[in-house]
T-cell receptor, first 116, second 114 residues
């Protein structure tokens, strides 16, 4: 049973380019969370999605960032016009259908974004 | 709003010695509490969690943690450190009012000396 998959594992972009980060949840999981880990800091919540729905985007920057989780395919975190401050590790986590409070979230290996 | 404080961003222990990582939380309602471990360049792996019931929780790799409501703490311990325990450890909390999102502490990096 494959775990949470993220790709690419490493992504280098120049300022002003777009970054697309992909996350495939564990089989049978329909809840996806994105977190960002800035250098030397803990993880910060960004967005919580279910299939075709954004449930909580309270941690998303107001501009340039968007997320989706379509009916088919992986969840995508999109960063437009990247800036150096976007350099970070982006982690995706998934949980089983139901999204019960206290439910374990299973994390992927992360995508490390470097903006030059 | 919920928050998590981990005392000590770096901890150094000798192999075979006790590992104690401190975590205090702030929550307006009974929280759900988690400890995750992160090895270099990897994702987070759940060590253990507290939801309800017994306040002493046992996890993987010999770790355990005790939920103390009166002290708003959820400290992580392991009686005898192993070299493979060198990693970064994160305490996290989720609560009903905040949906299921996790709020993490700043992390504690553990170094194990031979």
């Amino acid at each position: 049973n494959a775990g949470v998959m993220q790709n690419p594992r490493h992504l280098v972009r120049r300022r002003g380019q777009e970054a697309r980060l992909r996350c495939s949840p564990m089989k049978g999981h329909s809840h996806v969370y994105w977190y960002r880990q800035l250098p030397e800091e803990g993880l910060k919540f960004m967005v919580y999605l279910q299939k075709e729905n954004i449930i909580d985007e309270s941690g998303m920057p107001k501009e340039r960032f968007s997320a989706e989780f379509p009916k088919e395919g992986p969840s995508i975190l999109r960063i437009q016009q990247v800036v150096r401050g976007d350099s970070a590790a982006y982690f995706c986590a998934s949980s089983p259908a139901g999204g019960l409070l206290g439910e374990t979230q299973y994390f992927g290996p992360g995508t490390r974004l470097l903006v030059l | 709003a919920q928050s998590v404080t981990q005392l000590g961003s770096h901890v150094s222990v000798s192999e075979g010695a006790l590992v104690l990582l401190r975590c205090n939380y702030s929550s307006s309602v009974p929280p759900y509490l988690f400890w995750y471990v992160q090895y270099p360049n990897q994702g987070l792996q759940l060590l253990l969690k507290y939801t309800t019931g017994a306040t002493l929780v046992k996890g993987i790799n010999g770790f355990e943690a005790e939920f103390k409501k009166s002290e708003t703490s959820f400290h992580l311990t392991k009686p005898s450190a192993h070299m493979s325990d060198a990693a970064e450890y994160f305490c996290a909390v989720s609560e009903r009012a905040a949906g299921n999102k996790l709020t993490f502490g700043g992390g504690t990096r553990v170094l194990v000396k031979p």
